[in-house]
């Protein structure tokens, strides 16, 4: 059974950084199938970051430059780093793989 725990969130000011990460299990597609997304209130779920199967990473534009994916194959965990937040990326971050959605993680940016 495939299992996505996301962990990390929080509340923190403008400008200010949270490391996210997504522990998985049962997955048989590897690490190159994760995802992240994110889900504002009263909005669409929307893509913010992931692998390509060649291992490469994509961003969304509203992110490209701030956030970072990165890969701990060892620990079979995921981590999404995030700089210079903006009250805008405010959202409940999910990690995905093929057909499994994690239970999310509230970030919250305000002063």
């Known amino acids: 059974q495939v299992r996505l725990v996301e962990s990390g969130g929080g509340s923190v000011q403008p400008g200010g950084s949270l490391r996210l990460s997504c522990a998985t299990s049962?997955?048989?597609?590897?690490?190159?199938?994760m995802r992240w997304y994110r889900q504002a209130s009263g909005k669409e779920r929307e893509f913010v970051a992931g692998f390509s199967s060649d291992g490469s990473t994509n961003y969304a534009d509203s992110v490209l430059g701030r956030f970072t994916i990165s890969r701990d194959d060892a620990k079979n965990t995921v981590y999404l780093q995030m700089n210079s937040l903006k009250p805008e990326d405010t959202a409940v971050y999910y990690c995905?793989?093929?057909?499994?959605w994690g239970q999310g993680t509230q970030v919250t940016v305000s002063s």
């Open positions: 995905y793989t093929v057909g499994f």
């Open positions: 049962g997955s048989i597609f590897g690490l190159n199938a």
